[in-house]
């Protein structure tokens, strides 16, 4: 069965409400005609709704960076699960490393955010990765394994048709160092053997697993060809259409 193709963009904290839908006008001008493949874009929370207002309709899924476990309540600061799809989100990134590093994200917060998200009928899109200490120790099989496991704890076979996951090692994010193709391909076989395990070889073969950590229009191409590549996770490159369309369109 051929898996599902991904190509997302996380904006992280950047542009201006204008900048953010002319960026995204920019790439569903040069969408119309990708056949099969999926496109998701994550723009900051205050622009989730006028975005994905844009997209309705079209060949792009709208996501949001982050959200709270809780359904309501006294969370200053906070956005629930409803309000993001209330802003008409499909997706919602969890665990990205910068939650996990800069704030603080703990493996079982990933869970409770997974969770939440199937109560409110948003597809996880759930990133797992290594820090550079951990690869040069030996120990990226072991992490992605306590990852992967702890935010699928109570995750059932069916709900696993909606989850994709995205490997992005800590160490390739933003620094321009990019996994090379070998490397990323062995971490997608690792994580789809620990699914397999849970889940049964029907899931794992059919599982999403995006390879995220400075792709660019000039690396897209060695890592897409790679068998268990299905996608992509973009930051960076994700903040100009046409490099963004660049990895969209790669051969
Ligand atoms: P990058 O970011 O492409 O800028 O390395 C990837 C990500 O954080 O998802």
Not at 19 to 27: I, N, S, T
Not at 128 to 140: A, K, N, S, W, Y
Request: hydrophobic share 40%; net charge neutral; proline share 4%.
């Amino acid at each position: 069965m051929p898996r599902r193709e991904i190509f997302a963009g996380n904006w992280k904290m950047y542009k201006t409400l204008h900048e953010a839908l002319d960026l995204v006008k920019g790439v569903l001008a040069g969408t119309s005609d990708i056949g099969g493949r999926e496109v998701v874009v994550f723009p900051p929370s205050p622009w989730a709704k006028p975005v994905a207002d844009l997209c309705r309709g079209t060949k792009i899924s709208v996501g949001a960076q982050n959200m709270y476990f809780e359904r309501e309540g006294a969370f200053t600061g906070e956005v629930s699960p409803l309000m993001v799809r209330d802003a008409g989100c499909r997706f919602i990134l969890v665990g990205h490393s910068e939650r996990r590093h800069v704030f603080g994200e703990t493996d079982d917060n990933v869970n409770k955010k997974v969770a939440a998200a199937f109560q409110n009928d948003i597809e996880p899109m759930i990133c797992v990765g290594e820090l550079l200490e951990e690869r040069e120790r030996g120990l990226t099989g072991a992490v992605l394994k306590r990852q992967v496991e702890k935010a699928l704890d109570g995750v059932s076979g069916d709900q696993m048709k909606k989850v994709v996951i995205a490997y992005e090692p800590v160490w390739a994010i933003g620094t321009g160092k990019v996994a090379t193709p070998e490397m990323a391909d062995e971490a997608h076989r690792h994580i789809r053997r620990i699914v397999k395990d849970r889940y049964g070889a029907g899931t794992a073969a059919a599982l999403p697993v995006l390879y995220g950590g400075s792709v660019k229009p000039d690396n897209i191409a060695g890592l897409y060809a790679m068998e268990n590549i299905d996608g992509v996770l973009v930051g960076g490159a994700s903040l100009k259409a046409d490099s963004f369309l660049d990895i969209i369109r790669v051969k």
